[in-house]
């Protein structure tokens, strides 16, 4: 079956990087896109960005640029997410989504979400 | 301050109907499709309508969408106690280069 597996809980302290992986299973991973949405403590979701799993190609929320980087390693269909300069509201629940290239077909398999808490 | 509009909360009883709102502008809704998302207590969001009005595979036809101009809406129909979750409305927005969410509707089945 369709899914993505994500990487465990993380804590860290201000300042410090963190790396999410996201690991693609039960379809052609170079045929989707796949957008990063976290979810603070009590509160909505906020997209972070989308990479192509095709070439590498990448668009990030305007408030994260400098701070994140996507990748993916297409040779084990993975997918990561790498946030740095942490801050406390950086705290949240981090998902990685299968986003096709086009809009209008929505974010349709969904990760199991990693916590990431950042407290000294 | 999302640039999405929801209601915060909506409620209704079993067997009722309900709809929830979503507010955008030109740049957003105006122009580009609607999907909608189901986020039941402590799990990953679930896509439940996509554009505009289209059902994933396995979705019940109890929920559908509607849009007009720069509004859109999700209709449930035959409200059952799992249907209890928090709701969100998602649109691409022109302005931004970015998809936009709603702030979330969370739904109580009394």
Do not use: H
């Amino acid at each position: 079956q369709v899914q993505l597996v994500q990487s465990g809980a993380e804590v860290k302290k201000p300042g410090a990087s963190v790396k999410v992986s996201c690991k693609a299973s039960g379809y052609t991973f170079t045929s989707y896109g796949i957008s990063w949405v976290r979810q603070a403590p009590g509160q909505g979701l906020e997209w972070m960005g989308w990479i192509s799993a095709y070439n590498g190609n990448t668009n990030y929320a305007q408030k994260l640029q400098g701070r994140v980087t996507m990748t993916t390693d297409t040779s084990t269909s993975t997918a990561y997410m790498e946030l740095r300069s942490l801050r406390s509201d950086d705290t949240a629940v981090y998902y990685c989504a299968r986003d096709p290239p086009n809009w209008g077909y929505g974010m349709d398999v969904w990760g199991q979400g990693t916590t990431v808490t950042v407290s000294s | 301050q999302s640039v999405l509009t929801q209601p915060p909360s909506a409620s209704g009883t079993p067997g009722q109907r309900v709809t929830i709102s979503c507010s955008g502008s030109s740049s957003n809704i105006g122009s580009n499709t609607v999907n909608w998302y189901q986020q039941l207590p402590g799990t990953a969001p679930k896509l439940l309508i996509y554009s505009n009005n289209q059902r994933p595979s396995g979705v019940p036809d109890r929920f559908s969408g509607s849009k007009s101009g720069t509004s859109a809406s999700l209709a449930i129909s035959g409200l059952q106690s799992e249907d209890e979750a928090d709701y969100y409305c998602a649109a691409w927005d022109d302005s931004l280069n970015a998809p936009v969410f709603g702030g979330g509707t969370k739904l109580t089945v009394l």
